[in-house]
T-cell receptor, first 114, second 110 residues
């Protein structure tokens, strides 16, 4: 149980393109979803927390207009990287949790902006 | 300021050589401490949750323990397939946020 599916697993696109990443909890309801960014050989950096039906709470230094998060249902959250540039290239990971339960993670999305 | 520190940063073991990974934390109102395993290019895989000092959890060759200041992940007779980065995270206070450590990269040599 507690499977989180993240799609796509890899994206390569040109600078200026907007990229949408989906995160789905397949067998449980995710009252909260989290979006992380991970740099090589570094730990997870929390970008934002979203509760179903509410606006996302962004961490300090994360541009909300750059990283658009939608959590429209209890099983789906999306992260859109708008007008992506090479510095946005990274490994993005989502996680989902039901109330009081551990976070379960997707397998991440490798984003490469040329 | 809430903080989670893991040590060592990297650990190389011979197959069968038991050892422990450390996660020390300074948070107010601990609600849970979590251990995850992360393989390269993958998301973290949940291993254990510990809620109170003195609690222990086991899974195959792994055993996690918790005190009021730190947690240990003991690895008994590790195998090469145990090679991965092990992350700990704590949940504290009233929010849903997890505070992650920087991880221990474990390499088990055959």
């Amino acid at each position: 149980g507690a499977v989180v599916s993240q799609h796509p697993s890899r994206v390569i696109c040109k600078s200026g393109t907007s990229v949408k990443i989906e995160c789905r909890s397949l067998d449980f309801q995710a009252t909260t979803m989290f979006w992380y960014r991970q740099f090589p050989k570094k730990s997870l950096m929390l970008m934002a927390t979203s509760n179903e039906g509410s606006k996302a709470t962004y961490e300090q230094g994360v541009e909300k207009d750059k990283f658009l998060i939608n959590h429209a249902s209890l099983t789906l959250s999306t992260l859109t990287v708008t007008s992506a540039h090479p510095e946005d290239s990274s490994f993005y990971i989502c996680s989902a949790a039901d109330r009081g339960q551990p976070q379960h993670f997707g397998d991440g999305t490798r984003l490469s902006i040329l | 300021e809430d903080q989670v520190t893991q040590s060592p940063e990297a650990l190389r073991l011979q197959e069968g050589e038991s050892s422990s990974l450390n996660c020390s934390y300074t948070v107010s109102g601990l609600r849970g401490l979590f251990w995850y395993r992360q393989d390269p290019g993958k998301g973290p895989e949940f291993l254990f949750t510990l809620y109170s000092a003195g609690e222990e959890k086991e899974k195959e060759r792994l055993k996690a323990t918790l005190t009021k200041k730190e947690s240990f992940l003991h690895i008994t007779a590790p195998k090469p397939e145990d090679s991965a980065t092990y992350l700990c995270a704590v949940q504290a206070g009233t929010g849903n946020q997890f505070y992650f450590g920087t991880g221990t990269s474990l390499t088990v040599i055959p």
